[in-house]
Nanobody, 115 residues
């Protein structure tokens, strides 16, 4: 059974930082394409950052230079380091694993950026 469990969300002031974690079980993250997505109220879910099995990365333009996706194979965990957070980064953040056209999603973690 595949499980992706996100953690690390919370309330942070503008300009602050958070690190989200996505702990996986039932899959090996190093052979999957992993991604972080977010969904704000009333908006569609969007890709924030992605990492291929070969550690290639891509980012949404809105987070380039501020967010970094990384992977710890020993812990079977993917991270999203978020710096210089803005109110518009407020959303539920989801982790996704993809391989052979099969997607697995986590339950999401809320990030709220507000003073």
């Amino acid at each position: 059974q595949v499980q992706l469990v996100e953690s690390g969300g919370g309330l942070v002031q503008p300009g602050g930082s958070l690190r989200l974690s996505c702990a996986a079980s039932g899959i090996i993250v190093s052979i999957y394409a992993m991604g972080w997505y977010r969904q704000a109220p009333g908006k569609q879910r969007e890709l924030v950052a992605g990492m291929t099995s070969g550690r290639g990365t891509n980012y949404a333009d809105s987070v380039k230079g501020r967010f970094t996706i990384s992977r710890d194979n020993a812990k079977n965990t993917v991270y999203l380091q978020m710096n210089s957070l803005k109110p518009e980064d407020t959303a539920v953040y989801y982790c996704k694993a993809n391989r052979f056209a099969t997607d697995y999603w986590g339950q999401g973690t809320q990030v709220t950026v507000s003073s």
